[in-house]
């Protein structure tokens, strides 16, 4: 099955930046699409970012303006730059792949806490 292996989390500052790695078993553009997740404690796993295999990419609008999600096809690694974090970001941050025949796939988890 699809491997995806995240790195990247931490503690930050309020305002502080970021950036978490997906790094995937094959191709990413093998995955019709991927995408970050996000879970804080008591609530539901949310949508984050998606990126297309076409590379189109669409976010939420808690993150507009100051994540972005990218990719190195290369290194078969999906990112997330994340800028101007929010207490509100403290979540546990999860990769997802959804292959062509829509079964979907997903990392362990990386915690990003953002305190003072």
């Known amino acids: 099955q699809v491997q995806l292996v995240e790195s990247g989390g931490g503690l930050v500052q309020p305002g502080g930046s970021l950036r978490l790695s997906c790094a995937a078993s094959?191709?990413?553009?093998?995955?019709?699409?991927m995408g970050w997740y996000r879970q804080a404690p008591g609530k539901e796993r949310e949508l984050v970012a998606t990126?297309?295999?076409?590379?189109?990419?669409n976010y939420a609008d808690s993150v507009k303006g100051r994540f972005t999600i990218s990719r190195d096809i290369a290194k078969n690694t999906m990112y997330l730059q994340m800028n101007n974090l929010k207490p509100e970001d403290t979540a546990v941050y999860y990769c997802?792949?959804?292959?062509?025949?829509?079964?979907?796939?997903w990392g362990q988890g990386t915690q990003v806490t953002v305190s003072s």
């Open positions: 997802n792949a959804q292959r062509y025949d829509l079964r979907a796939y």
């Open positions: 094959g191709s990413i553009v093998s995955n019709r699409a």
């Open positions: 990126i297309t295999s076409g590379g189109s990419t």
